[in-house]
């Protein structure tokens, strides 16, 4: 059979698991990246995200033979959006090539003109694409990567490999988070894209999955649950319910309710009722003892779950309540997972969350759509407890950071130096970032509307210190700023924005 000989700079329709075909670049990996064992694969940057993958040859389709065949079954806004910048790509390849041959005619060259197309079949290597820096594949792979003609046609001529990745153990795809504009786009991809091995004898982790790239989610025919309508969790409804999810909703203030029921969400009137009558029900809730309280309490969870049923709690608390709740749901024959949240009321409303995951991974699978629809990017971290313990890791940097910029900002102050200036030399440095730069200009604006609350924080801090105590680690750092906190929430700012840490310094 024909083969079509893939190279580096050749654009491509790269498929990865669940998700939909994408266009992309074969580009050459990071020199430290290896590539997956056992597997003919290319890697391959994707248009309109920031996302990079090893892409198996079967699952790589040429791009110009199957565009229109892809335009027809992706109509997603992202999609449209990945497909503009590939134009834009060609348009200025093109640009560049044709302003190149009008320099060498002025010299009184003549530079013959590469058509821009993409290989297939007989056709010779394609170059004009290529990135001056990128090596072929050739020079390090002497035997190319094909992709088997399974027909004839560009809408019939190749098949997708529908066989999910997590049954291939030897494959493993990373992806990076996706952004508009990445938060770093000067670092080297190589530090951005983690590669997490198997290994004999530790907990399996597995790596990111993207959301739907196409910006448009199959949502699933099971029935969803959500306990819970707080900043975090009334954003993820809204998204749910977006992407055409159906949604039961309770909550302990009746009335916050009542919104999501004019967007379409049925009204439960217990979390009991709730569990009882949803396929999956997650939970999303301000600490341990109010997520204790929602399984195990009168009209709970548990009073609810039946064989077969699903909970996830989203909240962020101890890895000791959540063994707790893993152990009462699984008794009943529920099954269970924890889905912290990495993220704030913005990001939620947004669909931007970073979901950790872990527990029963085939509740994950379940979710998928309901991931997809809520975050950008999902981790699955391995038995329960596991995303909890990371989830107060991240937030005890994150309100440690915060306190430490609060008591820049006032330090500042205090030796007559511009607040304003300190933010701008902040922002060109090393450290800049959209969480430092809104927060600084929320503090001087003195905006401290939550975006998430100040008591939150405070409790993240309390109980990763307590994590520390238990594993005999220090957490000095952590201790000093959850003693700021203690003192904000003492000045009444509790209800207040983490930033309004500062007012901690100023009283």
Known sequence: MATVHLRIGDLVWGKLGRYPPWPGKVVSPPKDLKKPRGKKC?????????????????QLKPYHAHKEEMIKINKGKRFQQAVDAVEDFLKKAKGKEQNSDSK????????????????????????????????????????????ERLGAGPGSGYKWDSSPVKDDPHFHHFLLSQSEKPASSMEPISKRLKIIEEDTGSTSIQAADST????????????????????????IVSNLLKMGHLVTVWNR????????????????????????????????????????DLVMGPSGVLQGIRPGKCYIEM??????????????????????????VAGSQQLSNDGMLVILAA???????????????????????GEAGNAARMMLILNMVQGSFMATIAEGLTLAQATGQSQQTFLDILSQGQMASTFVD???????????????????????????ISMGDTANHPTPMAAA?????????ALDQSDNDISAVYRAYIH
């Not at 290319?42 to 079967?58: L, N, Q, R, S, Y």
């Not at 394609?126 to 990128?134: G, H, R, V």
């Not at 700023?481 to 929430?489: M, T």
């Open 104 to 147: 060498a005619e002025s010299k009184g060259k003549k530079t013959p003109t590469k058509p821009l197309k993409i290989l297939e079949e007989d056709d010779e290597d394609l170059s004009a694409l290529k990135d001056p820096s990128e090596k072929d594949l050739t020079d390090s792979d002497p035997e190319p990567s094909t992709l």
């Open 438 to 464: 809104q927060k600084c200009q929320n503090i001087l604006q003195g905006n401290f509307k939550p975006d998430y609350y100040l008591k939150h924080i405070q409790k993240d801090l309390r109980l990763a």
């Open 359 to 381: 527990g029963d991974r085939t509740v994950y699978e379940d979710c998928s759509s309901c991931f997809q629809a809520m975050g950008k990017t999902s981790f699955f971290l």
């Open 315 to 340: 909240s962020t608390v101890d890895p000791e309540t959540i063994t707790e709740l893993s152990q009462v749901i699984t008794s009943r024959g529920g099954r269970f997972l924890e889905a912290p």
């Open 212 to 235: 739907a790239i196409n910006g448009s989610v199959t949502p699933t025919d099971k029935r969803i649950g959500f306990l819970g309508l707080g900043l975090m969790g009334s954003g």
């Open 481 to 489: 700023a959850n003693e700021v906190y203690k003192r904000a929430k």
């Open 42 to 58: 290319h890697f391959v940057k994707f248009f309109g995200t920031e996302d990079h993958a090893w892409i198996k040859v079967e």
């Open 253 to 292: 203030t009746a009335e916050k309710c009542d919104l999501f029921i004019q967007e379409g969400a049925r009204l439960g009137r217990t979390p009991a009722e709730v569990a009882s009558t949803c396929d999956i029900t997650f939970s999303c809730v301000s600490d341990p003892k109010a997520a204790r």
